[in-house]
């Protein structure tokens, strides 16, 4: 065979390898786009199911909790006419909320010597009143700048004394000092309208508290595990807040804030946890909510629900939002779509449902305002002003015009302007598409986008970075070099001037992200005399119904999107129309309007605040806070409907309680503590708790025994080492010693005669899971009867908020026989309640762990049917305690520091290496934490059964939390050291 045969013999074999090498890769390529598409139909098809699910249980329930009319007050019925027709199809009917705000001012003239104490709350920690870093990061958008002009209006309303921001003090070298300063003033605009309104002190403050690592800025989604840190820390500045605040005012009594407002999931659930602590009103703004973006991430189909909750820990999230909805007296929404198609997706939300219940939970519709006087009317077109700048060297233009012209090869076109994170659901990179196809849209205009603050794109994250990428690939793509901007630094003062440029051009401002819950990027291009192009999904619509200036598209659709855009830009008639409307209909979006309605609306929620009562009158019926006053919540619950919480009748459970039952339960809850004492020797009067008081007043050190041991025993064994431990500490005469635990009182006693403990080595002890406080007390004519327990009756009156009472007993009765039903062996039964003898307590004992489902499960039930309550297993599992909403153990400890003062900080809890379902609730927060590694460690399978890996609550690499390799004296006291316990 010659050269050439052979050369052809190897070109050959090299064509059919490269064949086969083009036809392998085809058929991976097949293989992968088949598997991604059938994955995606596999997620699609699971969501249906849950969707489909979801839908059946809601319709269960709502079938449940029918209520006629008739039994309806004349008030209420007034009450739920108002509520729908506000949710009619009428535009000015949608938005009478807008309109009816001069009502509103009525109020505020009648309000004018009130002194109100208003905290906010917004944790990530970028936030400063001047000079705002918008689009740092993801943590750094609308949310920052709203809080801050809110807590700035606020602060000079009539009848507000005190505003306080609360935030996460930040010292790290990655970002500005000014984030590390314990307190920033907020200065008050100098604008004409503010001028009338000065609140009486002036006081909008940023109070930095202290959380999580000290020296790193760390984003939102890593800041749950340090939750409660910053709870209690905000508790403590609150607390002394208001008693400054009270002598100032001269009202010999702390002044206690009328609201708690939390911002956010994080912030929501840190504004529940402060209002149960404190006992005053909640209200919650979301802004984003975690149900609906882990909707649009599984529609997208690229990620599996597990991989979205370790990288957004969505599921925490939603938790914190399902405890928010249960603790808020109101939630503040931007829109009704927010409502009705986001809210509407969580267990403890059905809008249906609450009608039929009365709605005792408030949705308020309130727009966000926002600031004019940083806003500069201009008239007459480009051209003209363009021209008389070039003779006129002292009308510089402002320095960011300068850096977006630089840009432009033809920067006398109308500007389309889009002001937005590079974030996948801003949805710029259909924008940047619709633009380069659009050969018409770019004759006629340039685009500007505005996409937050970038040194270098590989240290943005990888997310951000990777928007930016491919927007870049576009702009080359569509050879769009001198038609798009894209500048890469910009000041918050920036900011009015790049409306201002967009609006001198004649431009259009563009929001086009896939849902906006109201977005306040569109209240200030109006402002500025932009035309508005928007998304027809979430809060532009009701902008849209107010201002009437510009055009909602489907987000989803670029051809849309382009011709919305190329229609006001071409249409000068239309482009003046809309912009003369947006001008003159602005107005109804400003901070003060937005105001006095906020502060009718939050002065409309039930009033509570920390209220103790005197001992000479403990037993009196008058006190406004006593638990027959609750009884009112109950009421407005519509507890007394007959509810099965499998959503199925159970002709066991009798008849359905009627309205006259409340006023029977009144005279029982009243009289159940009474009955307690018949059976146990418990006193009621807090005279006998004074020495208890005393003690825990003086302790320098308290420790907190709060393992939680499957078996009486097992605790007894651990208690008496603890002890033994501790007074072996020379300074042991000044330490005091909690018991905190899921027993019963009863179950305690026990406890401390198989312990050989005496009652008085306890100072307080925290039963029921946290449903009730107790103190030692021994007097000589009860010496022969044992030992003797003082109620701490306040306790009760201060989780009694939403307490279902007797009511909610029922209905989980009811549940309990239907789990029993399911048991194929009649003679055996899967759970039975247990008789604790407690008004705030409702115990149940586990047989068959298999028929109880988990208590993610069990949450989920009792929101769906509206009852607010805390569902804790207890002693792995074989026990359930249902407590009210907001009491857990941790609560009684900060109930503790408020009533007696005790020091959080001095405070050492003794945990298991695992524990009850409230576990996570211990370990967190100021106080240290001794973790006992092999003790309740079988426990850990209560915890699988969670929403959420315990690594996403409990914090790691915590100085304040020591692990005890074993429960021997001499390990347990290496610990103590180790958290300088002993060191004075």
Request: with cysteine; glycine share 6%; charged share 25%.
């Amino acid at each position: 065979m010659g050269n050439g045969d052979l050369r052809l013999t190897n070109q050959k074999a090299s064509s059919i390898r490269d064949s086969q090498e083009r036809n392998t890769r085809l058929e991976n390529m097949c293989w992968r786009i088949w598997n991604l598409t059938r994955k995606k139909k596999q997620l699609e098809g699971e969501e249906a199911q849950r969707v489909a699910k979801r839908h059946r249980e809601c319709e269960r329930a709502r079938r449940e909790a029918t209520v006629d009319m008739s039994d309806l007050s004349d008030g209420e019925k007034i009450d739920i006419v108002g509520d729908l027709s506000a949710h009619g199809d009428s535009v000015r009917g949608r938005m009478s909320r807008v309109s009816s705000v001069d009502a509103m001012a009525n109020w505020a003239n009648q309000n004018m010597e009130k002194k109100l104490y208003i905290v906010l709350i917004s944790l990530h920690g970028l936030i400063r009143g001047e000079n705002m870093e918008l689009g740092r990061d993801s943590d750094t958008g609308g949310q920052v700048k709203y809080v801050v002009e809110l807590a700035r209006a606020l602060g000079m309303m009539p009848g507000v004394y005190r505003v306080d921001l609360l935030t996460r003090q930040v010292s790290a070298p990655d970002v500005d000092w000014t984030y590390g300063e314990p307190t920033e003033m907020i200065n008050l605009t100098d604008s004409v309208d503010a001028m009338h309104e000065v609140g009486e002190s002036g006081g909008a403050y940023i109070i930095r508290i202290p959380f999580g690592p000290k020296d790193k800025y760390i984003p939102k989604e890593l800041l749950w595990p340090h939750i409660p840190e910053f709870v209690d820390g905000a508790l403590s500045h609150i607390v002394q807040m208001s008693k400054v605040l009270g002598e100032q005012t001269g009202s010999g009594h702390p002044l206690w804030p009328v609201v708690i407002h939390g911002h956010y999931a994080d912030a929501g659930e840190s504004a529940a946890v402060l209002s149960g602590a404190l006992n005053v009103p909640m209200v919650l703004t979301g802004h984003s909510l975690g149900r609906d973006k882990l909707e649009q991430l599984l529609k997208q189909g690229r990620q599996p629900k597990e991989e979205i909750n370790a990288t957004y820990k969505i599921m925490r999230r939603i938790e914190a939002e399902e405890l928010s909805l249960d603790a808020s007296e109101m939630i503040i929404t931007s829109t009704r779509q927010e409502i009705d198609e986001q809210w509407n997706l969580y267990d403890g939300f059905d809008p249906k449902l609450e009608r039929k219940l009365r709605a005792r939970m408030k949705r308020n519709v309130i727009p966000p305002g926002m600031e004019f006087h940083h806003i500069v009317p201009h008239e007459g077109d480009m051209d003209g002003e363009a021209e008389g700048n070039e003779h006129n060297v002292g009308n510089a233009d402002p320095p960011i015009w300068l850096e977006i012209m630089r840009f432009f090869t033809n920067p006398h076109k109308p500007m389309i302007l889009a002001l937005a994170r590079p974030d996948p659901k801003k949805n710029l990179i259909t924008l940047v598409k619709a633009f380069g196809e659009c050969r018409q849209l770019r004759e006629l205009a340039n685009l500007t986008l505005v996409m937050g603050n970038r040194d270098v794109i590989d240290e943005m994250s990888s997310t951000n970075s990777s928007v930016l990428v491919s927007i870049i690939k576009l702009i080359d793509k569509y050879d769009l070099y001198g038609q798009v901007a894209y500048p890469k630094h910009h000041k918050q003062s920036d900011v009015p001037e790049i409306y201002r440029l967009a609006a001198k051009s004649k431009g259009v401002f563009i929001n086009p992200a896939f849902i906006e819950p109201f977005g306040l990027t569109l209240t200030e291009a109006a402002a500025h005399g932009l035309p508005i192009v928007a998304t027809k999904n979430g809060g532009p619509v009701d902008i849209h119904r107010v201002l009437d200036n510009g055009l909602l598209v489907d987000p989803h659709d670029q051809h849309s999107v382009a011709d919305a855009l190329l229609k006001l830009v071409a249409d000068k008639q239309l482009w003046a129309r809309c912009r003369d409307n947006g001008l003159r209909n602005i107005h109804l979006f400003s901070w003060p309007e937005h105001c006095k309605t906020y502060l009718a609306r939050v002065m409309s929620c039930k009033q509570r605040q920390p209220r103790w009562k005197r001992n000479e009158d403990e037993c009196s019926d008058s006190d406004p806070d006593s638990p027959g006053d609750s009884l009112r919540d109950i009421k407005d619950l519509s507890l007394s409907l007959k509810l099965s919480l499998d959503g199925e009748k159970n002709e066991k459970s009798g008849a359905s309680v009627t309205a006259l039952d409340f006023m029977e339960n009144a005279s029982k809850k009243k009289s159940q503590l009474d009955n307690m004492v018949s059976t146990l020797p418990i006193s009621r009067s807090m005279e006998k708790a004074e020495q208890s008081k005393f003690q825990l007043s003086r302790r320098k050190k308290l420790i907190v025994i709060a393992v939680d041991c499957d078996t009486a025993a097992g605790l007894a064994g651990i208690t008496k080492t603890i002890i033994e431990t501790v007074k072996k500490d020379k300074s042991a005469s000044s330490f005091g010693f909690i018991l905190s635990t899921a027993l019963t009182i009863t179950e305690v006693r026990s406890f401390l005669e198989l312990s050989k403990c005496k009652p008085h080595e306890f100072d307080a002890y925290i039963c029921n899971s946290g449903g009730e406080v107790y103190y030692p007390c021994l007097n000589s004519e009860e010496k022969s009867s044992g030992p003797s327990f003082t109620v701490d009756s306040d306790y009760q009156t201060h989780i009694d908020y939403r307490w279902g009472g007797e009511d909610l007993r029922k209905t989980i009765i009811r549940w309990a026989d239907s789990l029993n039903d399911k048991v194929k062996n009649k003679a055996e039964i899967a759970i039975k309640e247990i008789d604790s003898a407690s008004t705030h307590c409702f115990s149940f004992r586990i047989h068959d762990q298999s028929l109880v489902p988990p208590v993610k499960e069990v949450r989920r039930l009792l929101r769906i049917q509206a009852l607010r309550c805390h569902a804790i297993y207890c002693q792995s599992g074989s026990r359930l305690n249902v407590i009210p909403v907001l009491a857990s153990r941790s609560q009684a400890l900060r109930y503790m520091f408020i009533r007696w003062g005790i020091n959080l900080s001095n405070l050492v809890v003794f945990a298991g290496e695992s524990g009850d379902t409230d576990y996570e609730l211990l370990v967190g927060g100021v106080h240290k934490t001794v973790v006992l590694k092999g003790v309740c460690s079988d426990a850990s399978k209560v915890h699988s059964n969670r929403n959420y890996p315990l690594e996403h609550v409990l914090p790691a690499m915590n100085p304040n939390i020591v692990e005890c390799g074993s429960c021997s004296q001499e390990d347990i006291s290496v610990a103590l050291n180790n958290l300088g316990f002993s060191k004075e």
